[in-house]
C-alpha cells in the first residue's frame, strides 16, 4: 500500500511527515548558473548511478511525464509545483518508489532534493532512511559542503543541514474554538514556520497546516527532528484539548459532522474545495467518534481520489472542471459503498 493511504502514529491529528535534504554536487556551479546542456549533463549522471542506489527507485524525465500524473503527484505532495513549471520542466527528474515513500527530485531549486515521506508523526524513522539515502548518494556524486557552514544549498536560508522536516497537521478544533492564530503565533516564537497544505505561501485547506523548521544553519539535524516532534506533541495536545472541549456541546458538533457527511454522500455535483472543507468535519467526527459510517481508510482514500488530478488518474480520463465535479460526487459514493 502507498504511505498516504495508510495510517501512521497520532494520525487523529498528525497527517504526515516529510523529511527533506538540499543537497549540490561538487564542482558544479548552482541551478541559477547552469545551462539547459549542464543541467541535462547533471541528469545523465544521475540516471548512471541510480541502479546502484537500490530502494527500488526507477529515474524519469519529467517531460516524459504525462500532464495528469505530475499534477497528481504535486496535489500528494510528493513532488514540488515549482519542479513541474515552464523553466524547470525541460530539464528535470525524479528518482521514485513504487510505494512513493521515496522521491528524489533533480535540477529544482538545488541539484539534488532527498525526500522522505511517512504516515503520521515518523519523524525519527524518515530521517534515517533520509541520512542512509544521503550517504549512499554522497558516496556516488560527492555533496558540496563546508567545514564551517555545512553543506552549501542555492539558497542561504537551506546552508547547513540542508534539512526541512515538516509534519501535516490536520487542526479543525482550534479553528472552531477560535484558537488557532494563538497557536500559530506559538509556533513561530518557538522557530517554527507553519504555511498552507503546498507550502510556502500557499493557504490552508480542509484545516490543514504545515509546521516546518525555519533554522538549519548553527543547528544540528538532531535537534531539528527534536525541537519539530516537540512543538508537535504541543500542538496535538492543545488540538485535543480543544477536540474535548467541542464534545461537550455533542449535538452541535453531530450536526455539523453529520451535516457535512450528507452533503457529501447526497450532491449530484460538489467542488473540490467544498469536498475539502465537508471531508475535514468528517475526518474529526470519525476521529472522535462521532460517526461510524466510515473508516480512517476510506477517509483517505475520499481525500485523495477527489482531487482534481487523482480524480482524473484514477477514471482514466481528462475531463473539463463541471464534469469533475459531477464525477467527484459518483466518486465519493463509491467509495464509501465499497466493502460495505
Known amino acids: 500500500m502507498n504511505w498516504y ?29 547552469l545551462n539547459k546542456e549542464q543541467k541535462n549533463e547533471l541528469l545523465e549522471k544521475v540516471k548512471y548511478i541510480t541502479p546502484s542506489l537500490g530502494y527500488g527507485l526507477k529515474y524519469f524525465k519529467l517531460k516524459d511525464i504525462d500532464t495528469i500524473t505530475k499534477l497528481s503527484l504535486v496535489e500528494k505532495h510528493i513532488i514540488s509545483p515549482e519542479i513541474i513549471s515552464d523553466k524547470n520542466e525541460e530539464t528535470s527528474a525524479i528518482l521514485i518508489n513504487d510505494e512513493e515513500n521515496i522521491c528524489i527530485m533533480i535540477n529544482e531549486e538545488d541539484h539534488i532534493r532527498i525526500q522522505v515521506f511517512g504516515s503520521g ?28 557552514y555545512g553543506y552549501l544549498t542555492s ?32 509556533i513561530h516564537n518557538f522557530g517554527m514556520t507553519i504555511r498552507g497544505i503546498y507550502g510556502e505561501e500557499s493557504e490552508s485547506k480542509g484545516d490543514m497546516y504545515q509546521i516546518s523548521n525555519n ?37 452541535e458538533l453531530e450536526d455539523k459532522v453529520y451535516r457535512s457527511y450528507g452533503t457529501l454522500t447526497n450532491a449530484v455535483k460538489i467542488s473540490s474545495d467544498e469536498c475539502i472543507k465537508l471531508l475535514s468535519d468528517v475526518k474529526l467526527g470519525t476521529d472522535l467518534g462521532i460517526m461510524t459510517e466510515l473508516t480512517d481508510k476510506k477517509i483517505k482514500e475520499l481525500e485523495l481520489y477527489t482531487k482534481p488530478s487523482n480524480l482524473q488518474k484514477k477514471l482514466g480520463n481528462i475531463i473539463n472542471a463541471y464534469d469533475r465535479d459531477i464525477e467527484r460526487a459518483k466518486m465519493i459514493k463509491q467509495i464509501i459503498k465499497n466493502g460495505e
Open 5 to 33: 493511504l495508510d495510517n501512521g502514529k497520532e494520525s487523529d491529528v498528525v497527517v504526515s511527515t516529510r523529511i527533506r535534504l538540499a543537497r549540490n554536487i561538487k564542482g558544479i556551479p548552482f541551478q541559477l548558473k
Open 121 to 148: 508523526l515518523e519523524l525519527k524513522n524518515t530521517m534515517n532512511l533520509a541520512k542512509e539515502i544521503d550517504k549512499k548518494l554522497d558516496k556516488l556524486l560527492h555533496f558540496s559542503s563546508n567545514k564551517e
Open 215 to 251: 533554522q538549519t544553519l548553527g543547528i544540528s539535524e538532531d535537534e531539528i527532528i527534536n525541537n519539530l516532534e516537540n512543538i508537535t506533541k504541543k500542538v496535538m495536545e492543545q488540538e485535543r484539548l480543544a477536540r474535548k472541549y467541542l464534545v461537550k456541546e455533542k449535538i
Open 155 to 186: 539558497c542561504p536560508t537551506n546552508v547547513g543541514s540542508g534539512l526541512r522536516a515538516s509534519v501535516m497537521v490536520h487542526l479543525p478544533a482550534l479553528k472552531l474554538t477560535g484558537n488557532i492564530s494563538k497557536i500559530l503565533h506559538i
